[in-house]
Nanobody, 124 residues
Framework: QVQLVESGGGLVQAGGSLRLSCAAS????????MGWFRQAPEKEREFVAGISWNSRLTSYKDSVKGRFTISRDNTKNTVYLQMNSLKPEDTAIYFC?????????????????WGQGTQVTVSS
């Protein structure tokens, strides 16, 4: 079992940056695949980025490639999402998710553990 708490969301102008953090409880964090998802109003929750337990594998949604970077610090039980060049269409609630796995998965149903989410709003 792992509990996840996101932070770092907020209001930013288009072109700006934010860094989201997700703090995880539990001694097995270092063995978990970690992912970031987002959900805009009246839209499905979608995969944004994922990182394997040892940071060797990452995956990104096409529309965020080159702008977002996922990373993790297993000594701090924390995963990050650095978001640069933000656009209004990035506005959503961002969720951290975890799965005990050595691979990277991109489907929502592949992740059994979820945080409560943090709001990101990008103004034009």
């Amino acid at each position: 079992q792992v509990q996840l708490v996101e932070s770092g969301g907020g209001l930013v102008q288009a072109g700006g940056s934010l860094r989201l953090s997700c703090a995880a409880s539990g001694r097995t964090f270092s063995t978990y695949l970690m992912g970031w998802f987002r959900q805009a109003p009246e839209k499905e929750r979608e995969f944004v980025a994922g990182i394997s337990w040892n940071s060797r594998l990452t995956s990104y949604k096409d529309s965020v490639k080159g702008r977002f970077t996922i990373s993790r610090d297993n000594t701090k039980n924390t995963v990050y999402l650095q978001m640069n060049s933000l656009k209004p269409e990035d506005t959503a609630i961002y969720f951290c998710a975890a799965r005990p796995s050595t691979n990277v998965f991109t489907r929502r149903d592949d992740y059994p553990y979820w945080g409560q989410g943090t709001q990101v709003t990008v103004s034009s």
